[in-house]
């Protein structure tokens, strides 16, 4: 846009300013809104980490976060469950994608119904049905002995493996879909060119197509990883009180003990650590498509 | 036979040689699909104990869920909430993503990160913070502080859906009709929403799915006559498996449907 020169300019600059402020202004409900509801709250608690009990300032709750062992074990099992769920949705969601992404569009779209039934479905439904599914006289126990495949109940729920399960079904859906549409961007003619010079269909996957689809199976995997950090409801009743991750530690914190700085500072740090992968995401990938999957 | 010796794609691998493939995915399918389904026929079983397939069937769940007052008050209060939330999200988002959207402003950027923040923070962190701040200001348990904090969580979801709208747009649409007279919220309103309905409409259906399935805000802020549907099923999934639950389940899994069928339907139709 060119700048206007003459008497009026400076009129005329100072109305387009006035009505970019005035337009700027729309998004004051909702920032006034996400100020109260969620800056001034987590800043607070931010605030009564750094407080001990006779509101003086201190780090004991992050002291104790270091010397407790059952704080330190909450983070490592937060880390290792959603390490472990990452994983396991790569080796599922990876294949899946793939031979989606080689269907004609139609019958992907109808394939795609399946990825997207579960990932609106209510979390609680979700994680009543896996409770009914997996219980020592449920479904899958009950079937699995009729056909014989083991004798005695398998321990399915109410442990780790239940948490795994119900926490794979949530994320897998989030891993699906960035990885997919990689693939679906992935030009044909790449691969007819590696077969051209001589390369086998599994050779030309793994030097052409699994290095193309990479960022977004990078993508996908962070935004699990990230997202599973944070799981409370799934561990609470899949884990049946054995599974305690960083987020059921601090709502057992505040239930049971009111201990507002020993629930924040873990929140704080919990928060830091999501921050931290995130920035450190967004420098390898590009964050749009991170947010991407959550959006439709 | 001959699909199975067909090349699958250019590269000549034989639909044949995939098959293992075919039958994972296939798996992995069902894998997603069967607890949301399994959920249904088991809400029709007459028997208090979990068994698939039913031995008989019974509408006892459903009358169970219908005749109780908790849970009828409960799902009042979703409806409520999720329909409050919906309004104002809808209402904030909008105007925020159109806000930056045509302000274009040097701090735009920032502001866009402060209104996505909801999405990154752990949903844990923000409950307890709302919690806190709540009991200080005594909005626990109240319908007020519960759409407040839904409406919090919705707003970027809002924004996302109608921003990217707002990118296809072409804003010289809004330019032609203000030249022709029209007032800058005239050609809005004439203009602009027509063309972007769709996605506004969706997201108003994605923020209330967003209130009428939040679980863990409303276990802090919600409670006594004010409890969402989403807070007695957790405590009740977690004192014991009640297959009430089973017949609240499928009328939920219908609601969504039925919504993102709409929503999904309607994106559709603005990509055509």
């Not at chain 1, 109260?36 to 607070?44: F, I, K, R």
């Not at chain 1, 009111?258 to 920035?279: H, Q, R």
């Not at chain 2, 009828?72 to 993503?97: D, E, N, P, R, W």
């Not at chain 2, 502001?111 to 990154?120: A, W």
Request: hydrophobic fraction near 55%.
């Amino acid at each position: 846009m060119s700048h206007p020169v003459g008497p009026n300019a400076e009129g005329l600059r100072r109305d387009a300013l006035i009505e970019r402020l005035a337009l700027f202004s729309l998004t004051g409900p909702a920032l006034l809104l996400v100020t109260v509801t969620m800056l001034l709250p987590v800043g607070w608690l931010f605030w009564l980490s750094f407080l001990n009990d006779a509101g003086a300032f201190s780090l004991e709750h992050y002291h104790r976060m270091l010397v407790q062992p059952s704080y330190g074990r909450a983070f490592r099992m937060t880390f290792e469950i959603s390490f472990i769920t990452t994983a396991i949705c790569i080796v599922l969601g990876y294949p899946l994608a793939y031979v989606l992404s080689q269907l004609p569009r139609r019958a992907a779209n109808i394939c795609m119904i399946a990825v997207m039934l579960p990932f609106w479905t209510s979390l609680l439904v979700r994680t009543y049905a896996w409770l009914v599914l997996l219980q020592r006289q449920g479904v899958i126990n009950s079937w699995g002995m009729k056909l014989g495949l083991w004798d005695t109940p398998l321990a399915l729920v109410h442990n780790l493996n239940g948490t795994l399960i119900g926490m794979v079904h949530i994320m897998l859906p989030f891993l699906v879909l960035p990885v997919y549409a990689s693939m679906r961007a992935i030009d044909k003619d790449y691969l007819k060119a590696a077969a051209n010079l001589g390369a086998s269909p599994t050779r030309a996957f793994w030097l052409v197509f699994l290095p193309l689809s990479l960022p977004g199976l990078l993508a996908g995997s962070l935004m699990v990883f990230i997202l599973c950090l944070g799981f409370y409801v799934t561990p609470a009743v899949l884990g049946g009180g054995k599974i305690t991750m960083v987020a059921n530690r601090i709502a057992t914190d505040i239930e049971l003990f009111f201990n507002w700085g020993a629930a924040s500072s873990l929140g704080v740090v919990l928060f830091i650590l999501t921050g931290i992968i995130l920035y450190v995401a967004s420098r390898i990938v590009r964050l749009d498509r991170l947010l991407g999957g959550g959006g439709a | 036979m001959s699909w199975l010796s067909r090349p699958a794609t250019d590269t000549h691998i034989t639909h044949g040689r995939r098959l293992w493939l075919y039958v994972l995915a296939g798996l992995i399918l069902l894998f997603l699909m069967l607890p949301t389904l399994i959920v249904i026929p088991m809400s029709f079983s007459e028997s208090q104990y979990l068994e698939f397939p039913p031995r008989e069937w019974s509408l006892r769940w459903y009358r169970n869920y219908f005749n109780s007052t908790a849970w009828m008050q409960a799902t009042v209060t979703s409806f409520k909430a999720g329909f409050l939330t919906m309004i104002v999200a809808t209402l904030f988002g909008t105007m925020a993503a159109y806000g930056l959207h045509a302000a274009r402003l040097r701090f735009s950027g920032l502001i866009l990160g402060i209104l996505l923040t909801p999405i990154i923070v752990p949903v844990i962190l923000v409950g307890i913070g709302i919690f806190y701040v709540y009991v200080k200001i005594k909005l626990v348990n109240s319908l007020i502080g519960l759409v407040l904090a839904h409406t919090m969580l919705a707003i970027p979801i809002v924004m996302m859906v109608v921003s990217s709208a707002l990118k296809s747009f072409d804003m010289n649409q809004e330019r032609v009709a203000r030249s022709l007279g029209a007032s800058r919220i005239r050609a809005f309103f004439l203009v602009t929403l027509p063309q972007i309905r769709f996605s506004v409409i969706s997201g108003a259906v994605l923020a209330f799915l967003t209130s009428f399935d939040e679980v863990i805000v409303s276990l802090f802020v919600s409670g006594g006559a004010n409890s969402t549907l989403t807070r007695n099923m957790f405590n009740a999934l977690r004192d014991q498996i009640d297959p009430t639950i089973a017949a609240i389940s499928t009328l939920v899994v219908l609601l969504t449907s039925m919504l993102l069928a709409i929503s999904q339907f309607l994106g559709n139709d603005q990509h055509r």
